[in-house]
């Protein structure tokens, strides 16, 4: 029997589960998230082995879905100083690199800002030749100040030549220094492409770390397993892909429990209810997968365009506090978080929390129900209309209709909620819904994915879809995909009616299990 272990990292809680071969989970724990996240990690990890008493041999693959890369981001810790180069000179001069960016996260990359000649126009045709001597100059100017490099051209989606010749240069230059690629990363529009990047090559030392400290801690266990990152579509990527894309962990702990509620339920078109410690993250299956935002996204203040989850979140959780004002009841935004069994009065704590309430209701034990009895009938009865008021609101926010939508209610602060209702046709609570995220974790494909323009007079829209798809499946493949497994899960093309070559926006996912 081989097994493997999947990891989630939360705002509040760590959780972590075991697998067996048939992904029936055999064991499972949970414990408060550490301010420095990689102790609770151990902490995690440490429990659910002792629970399970495996033979550490027989776990062969090791999930972690982290908030690391988050983390670095919002507090502005641990980020890579990196040189962002854009090539679009004698374009793209009115609006700099990082315009906008909050003066704190500048500062904290470094602000190192260069422009060199070279891009192309929207229809492929050089904007100017690449200056590789500006290249070679930027090179020597950034040794041993820049810890990686963030390379941006001008619609590097429609032709990436310059962008991977300014590689060359720099690598020729700087020798093994890690460089992030725009095309690679972000979709049309510059300059949230170029945000986009900037954020990943500042990720790259942040993903690293994370990785060592994770293959250690499995080590130091006696588990010799595969490891891989969950990332924010839902699937798994390998360790060195996850190293070169560190971007694409921001947003996989919702993903994961997304995919976990489908698993766990067997539905693949539903609604999928997240409540955890700090927030409730709501979230929409689509055969089996989040479905993805089509907007831009703001992570840390900074605003990209990579793909990103389609979700809303409240401020609504197990550790929200309930206070009573102006003859109201409030519950949350705000959130005692990962101290819950510090600061809830039913942990011997002051804080009224939402778990106190449904402790004291009766719908729910955490921690000692006779440390509740004392709370104002009157405010139970308030604060639980507030919650399931609050949780019913965010569901009707997201449906894209008025008809009731099945809905999956995951995570450990699910326990808040009712199992009807209004709006929604069936509320399903699987067994191991507390876990659904590690779960998520641990039984996810590996996946890959492309986004290019491509031109339909050169190649044709069936030869355009079928080059966009082997892109695809090989970016799979090196995410560490099984190449006999993997399948196209999804295909979106657009006609761009403004650009000439009868051009079209394409975007394939490829899927697979993991390689053996």
Same mark, same amino acid.
């Given at each position: 029997?081989?097994?493997?272990?999947?990891i989630?990292?939360?705002?509040t809680?760590?959780?972590?589960?075991?697998l067996?071969?048939?992904?029936?989970?055999?064991?499972?724990?949970?414990?408060?998230?550490t301010?420095d996240?990689?102790?609770?990690i151990?902490?995690?990890?440490?429990?659910?082995?002792?629970?399970?008493?495996?033979e550490?041999?027989?776990?062969?693959?090791?999930?972690?879905?982290?908030?690391?890369?988050?983390?670095?981001?919002v507090?502005?810790?641990?980020?890579?100083?990196?040189?962002?180069?854009?090539?679009?000179l004698?374009?793209?001069q009115?609006?700099?690199?990082?315009?906008?960016?909050?003066?704190?996260?500048?500062?904290?990359?470094?602000?190192?800002?260069?422009?060199?000649a &070279?891009?192309?126009?929207?229809?492929?045709?050089e904007?100017?030749?690449?200056?590789?001597?500006?290249?070679?100059m930027? @090179?020597?100017q950034?040794k #041993?100040?820049?810890?990686?490099?963030a390379?941006?051209?001008?619609?590097?989606?429609?032709?990436?030549?310059?962008?991977?010749?300014?590689?060359?240069?720099?690598?020729? +230059?700087?020798?093994?220094?890690?460089?992030?690629?725009?095309?690679e990363?972000?979709?049309?529009?510059?300059?949230e492409?170029?945000?986009?990047?900037?954020?990943?090559?500042?990720?790259?030392d942040?993903?690293?770390?994370?990785?060592e &400290?994770?293959?250690a801690?499995? +080590?130091?266990e006696?588990?010799?397993?595969? /490891?891989y990152f969950?990332?924010?579509?839902?699937?798994?990527?390998?360790?060195d892909?996850?190293?070169?894309?560190?971007i694409?962990?921001?947003?996989?702990?919702?993903?994961?429990?997304i995919?976990?509620?489908?698993?766990?339920?067997k539905?693949?078109?539903?609604?999928?209810?997240?409540?955890?410690?700090?927030?409730?993250?709501?979230g929409?299956?689509?055969?089996?997968?989040?479905?993805?935002?089509?907007?831009?996204?703001?992570? =840390?203040?900074?605003?990209?365009?990579?793909?990103?989850?389609?979700?809303?979140?409240v401020?609504?959780?197990?550790?929200s506090?309930?206070r009573?004002?102006?003859?109201?009841?409030?519950v949350?935004?705000?959130?005692v978080?990962?101290?819950?069994?510090?600061?809830?009065?039913?942990?011997? =704590?002051?804080?009224?929390?939402?778990?106190?309430?449904?402790?004291?209701?009766?719908?729910?034990?955490i921690?000692?129900?006779?440390? /509740?009895?004392?709370?104002?009938?009157?405010?139970?009865?308030? @604060?639980?209309?507030?919650?399931?008021?609050?949780?019913?609101?965010?569901?009707?926010?997201?449906?894209?209709?008025?008809?009731?939508?099945?809905?999956?209610?995951?995570?450990?602060?699910s326990?808040?909620?009712?199992?009807?209702?209004?709006?929604?046709?069936?509320?399903?609570?699987?067994?191991?819904?507390? /876990? @659904?995220?590690?779960?998520?974790?641990?039984?996810?494909?590996?996946?890959?994915?492309?986004?290019?323009?491509?031109?339909?007079?050169?190649? #044709?829209?069936?030869?355009?879809?079928?080059?966009?798809?082997?892109?695809?499946?090989?970016?799979?493949?090196k995410?560490?995909?099984?190449?006999?497994?993997?399948?196209i899960?999804?295909?979106?093309?657009?006609?761009?009616?403004?650009?000439?070559?009868?051009?079209?926006?394409?975007? /394939?996912?490829a @899927?697979?299990?993991?390689a053996?």
């Amino acid at each position: 029997m081989i097994y493997r272990i999947g990891i989630d990292v939360g705002g509040t809680n760590t959780d972590a589960v075991i697998l067996d071969e048939n992904l029936t989970p055999v064991a499972k724990a949970k414990t408060p998230t550490t301010a420095d996240v990689t102790s609770g990690i151990y902490t995690a990890m440490s429990l659910v082995l002792q629970e399970s008493d495996i033979e550490r041999n027989k776990i062969k693959y090791a999930m972690l879905g982290t908030t690391h890369a988050t983390n670095a981001v919002v507090e502005r810790k641990r980020l890579n100083k990196v040189a962002v180069i854009r090539i679009g000179l004698p374009a793209t001069q009115a609006v700099k690199p990082l315009t906008g960016w909050p003066q704190d996260i500048k500062l904290a990359i470094g602000n190192l800002q260069f422009l060199v000649a &070279g891009g192309h126009e929207f229809d492929g045709r050089e904007i100017a030749p690449l200056d590789e001597k500006a290249l070679r100059m930027i @090179a020597h100017q950034v040794k #041993g100040v820049a810890d990686s490099i963030a390379i941006t051209a001008v619609f590097s989606p429609v032709s990436n030549e310059h962008e991977q010749r300014a590689a060359e240069i720099l690598k020729e +230059e700087l020798g093994t220094i890690p460089i992030s690629l725009s095309c690679e990363i972000g979709s049309i529009g510059l300059l949230e492409r170029e945000n986009a990047t900037v954020l990943n090559a500042a990720l790259v030392d942040v993903a690293r770390t994370t990785a060592e &400290g994770f293959t250690a801690a499995l +080590e130091r266990e006696g588990i010799n397993a595969k /490891v891989y990152f969950g990332q924010n579509d839902g699937t798994l990527m390998a360790v060195d892909y996850a190293i070169r894309y560190p971007i694409l962990t921001i947003a996989c702990g919702p993903t994961n429990s997304i995919r976990g509620a489908s698993f766990l339920s067997k539905q693949r078109n539903a609604l999928v209810v997240d409540v955890g410690g700090t927030t409730t993250d709501v979230g929409v299956l689509v055969n089996s997968f989040p479905r993805e935002s089509s907007v831009a996204v703001e992570i =840390g203040g900074v605003r990209t365009n990579f793909r990103m989850p389609d979700l809303i979140s409240v401020g609504l959780g197990g550790g929200s506090i309930v206070r009573e004002q102006d003859g109201k009841v409030n519950v949350g935004p705000d959130s005692v978080g990962y101290r819950i069994t510090q600061e809830a009065l039913a942990f011997g =704590g002051q804080t009224l929390t939402a778990s106190d309430i449904v402790t004291a209701l009766g719908k729910a034990v955490i921690g000692a129900p006779e440390k /509740v009895k004392g709370v104002d009938a009157s405010v139970l009865t308030r @604060a639980y209309a507030r919650i399931v008021n609050m949780a019913e609101d965010v569901i009707d926010r997201m449906k894209t209709s008025s008809e009731p939508i099945p809905v999956i209610l995951v995570g450990g602060g699910s326990v808040l909620l009712p199992d009807t209702l209004q709006g929604v046709a069936e509320v399903f609570r699987p067994q191991h819904f507390e /876990v @659904a995220n590690a779960i998520g974790a641990a039984i996810a494909q590996v996946s890959g994915q492309i986004e290019r323009v491509f031109s339909l007079d050169e190649l #044709g829209r069936e030869g355009a879809l079928r080059l966009a798809k082997e892109m695809a499946v090989q970016e799979a493949f090196k995410a560490g995909a099984n190449p006999e497994t993997i399948e196209i899960v999804e295909v979106d093309d657009v006609p761009l009616a403004y650009l000439p070559g009868n051009a079209t926006k394409i975007r /394939v996912k490829a @899927a697979g299990n993991l390689a053996v």
